[in-house]
């Protein structure tokens, strides 16, 4: 069965390090979504890319970046990672129109 | 810019109670309207959507209607057990865009 897997699925890290969240699709979507989850906030966008060597910001994108190299991934980097980035992660995919799938999430800490 | 506003939670029902989510936009444009469900531990799944205005989307007992002259749309069930205990999550699209804007999400508690 197609799937959305992250890795890792919680990570503790400290402040300054650069942090790389895995997210794959077994679906062969064309889109793909990064976004965190905060109490009060819901989700809210980071980047999302379109296609391969296609990349956007989101409305929270500052001190994160992504790369597209296939259609199966969309790793997202926290350059320096700060306490403010301290939340829960999702990556999601679709096609076009369609809905969006989402993975299980990754809780990230930074202290 | 787009933007969606739903009620307040927590919200704490007794088994077979009816249950609403209030949900209202803002867009540019003529959206699509969604209700994704978060259960413990979970990414999200979408629940139910509508795509255009007056269009009803249903889905596990759930209804809303895409309600256009009061940018709205309400979630419903009539009778909510234990298992429907989760965060919900209205959400948006803008036509040719499929960029997803949430709501801040409900969290729901259905008592035995």
């Known amino acids: 069965d197609a799937e959305i897997t992250q890795s890792p699925r919680h990570k503790i890290t400290e402040t300054g390090r650069q942090v790389t969240l895995a997210c794959h699709q077994t679906w062969n979507h064309n889109n793909m979504f990064w976004y965190r989850q905060d109490l009060g906030h819901g989700l809210r966008l980071i980047h999302y890319s379109y296609g391969v060597q296609d990349t956007n910001k989101g409305e929270v994108s500052d001190g994160y970046s992504v790369s597209r190299s296939n259609t199966e991934d969309l790793p997202l980097t926290l350059e320096s990672a700060a306490s403010s980035q301290t939340s829960v992660y999702f990556c999601?995919?679709?096609?076009?129109?369609?809905?969006?799938?989402f993975g299980p999430g990754t809780r990230l800490t930074v202290t | 810019g787009n933007s969606v506003t739903q009620m307040e939670g927590p919200v704490t029902l007794s088994e077979e109670a009816f249950l609403t989510i209030n949900c209202t936009y803002t867009a540019t444009g003529y959206p699509s309207l969604f209700w994704y469900v978060q259960y413990p531990g979970e990414g999200l799944q979408l629940l139910l959507k509508a795509t255009k205005a007056d269009d009803k989307g249903s889905n596990k007992g759930f209804e809303a209607t895409y309600r256009k002259e009061t940018t709205s749309f309400h979630l419903e069930k009539g009778s909510v057990q234990v298992s429907d205990s989760a965060v919900y999550f209205c959400?948006?699209?803008?036509?040719?865009?499929?960029?997803?804007?949430f709501g801040a999400g409900t969290t729901v508690t259905v008592r035995a």
């Open positions: 959400a948006l699209s803008e036509i040719n865009d499929y960029k997803l804007s």
């Open positions: 999601a995919s679709s096609e076009q129109g369609w809905e969006q799938y």
